[in-house]
Antibody, heavy 120, light 107 residues
Framework: EVQLLESGGGLVQPGGSLRLSCAAS????????MNWVRQAPGKGLEWVSV????????NYADSVKGRFTISRDVPKNTLSLQMSSLRPEDTGVYYC?????????????WGQGTLVTVSS | EIVLTQSPVILSLSPGERATLSCRAS??????LAWYQQKPGQAPRLLIY???NRATGIPSRFSGSGSGTDFTLTISSLEPEDFVVYYC?????????FGGGTKVEIK
């Protein structure tokens, strides 16, 4: 069974940094693309970033490009999102999502999310 | 970026009724359209991908149709657990985008 467990969320001041982690199990982590998707409080879903299965190719939403970095640690089966220069509009629940075997852009399995609050 | 507009925003129906949810794209997404269900306090769950393919374990009462810019999610007979929020998502072009959601509520 696929399991994804996010951690690392919390309260951070504007301009600060935070690193999110997603512990993966139940599948061959290195064989799948992984995504981060976020949801502002009471709002809809916003795709943030993808890491391809090769571990090096990435893509980002314009809203986070240059500020966020996605990466993984294969031996630890962990996906990460390093967030810097945080803004209040980055506040929300951050989900990691495993891509489908059909396409990297289909979010097949999701973690329960970790809440990031950017506020002074 | 491709904008997805979902309608209605709120759909009020009774258990056992048929639900029809719409998703319209600002430009063609071919058949690269998915639907997700989100229950309160939970992560989204993939229901349908590439317009009409049900994800693993999804009941047959959920079906999808459409092409180009107009898509529909149909729930043939609403069960109590179906009264939640649904999002569409396109994967035709970067950035990946979601619709604003449709909430199906009990009438």
């Amino acid at each position: 069974e696929v399991q994804l467990l996010e951690s690392g969320g919390g309260l951070v001041q504007p301009g600060g940094s935070l690193r999110l982690s997603c512990a993966a199990s139940g599948f061959i982590f290195s064989s799948y693309a992984m995504n981060w998707v976020r949801q502002a409080p009471g709002k809809g879903l916003e795709w943030v970033s993808v890491l391809y299965s090769d571990g090096s190719n990435t893509n980002y939403a314009d809203s986070v490009k240059g500020r966020f970095t996605i990466s993984r640690d294969v031996p630890k089966n962990t996906l990460s999102l390093q967030m810097s220069s945080l803004r209040p509009e980055d506040t929300g629940v951050y989900y990691c999502a495993k891509a489908s075997t059909v396409a990297i852009t289909i979010f097949e399995s999701w973690g329960q999310g970790t809440l990031v609050t950017v506020s002074s | 970026e491709i904008v997805l507009t979902q309608s209605p925003v709120i759909l009020s129906l009774s258990p056992g009724e048929r639900a029809t949810l719409s998703c319209r794209a600002s430009q063609s997404v071919s058949n690269y359209l998915a639907w997700y269900q989100q229950k309160p306090g939970q992560a989204p769950r993939l229901l349908i991908y590439d317009t009409s393919n049900r994800a693993t374990g999804i009941p047959s009462r959920f079906s999808g149709s459409g092409s180009g810019t107009d898509f529909t999610l149909t729930i043939s007979s609403l069960e109590p657990e179906d009264f939640v929020v649904y999002y569409c998502q396109q994967r035709s072009k970067w950035p990946l985008t979601f619709g604003g959601g449709t909430k199906v509520e009990i009438k």
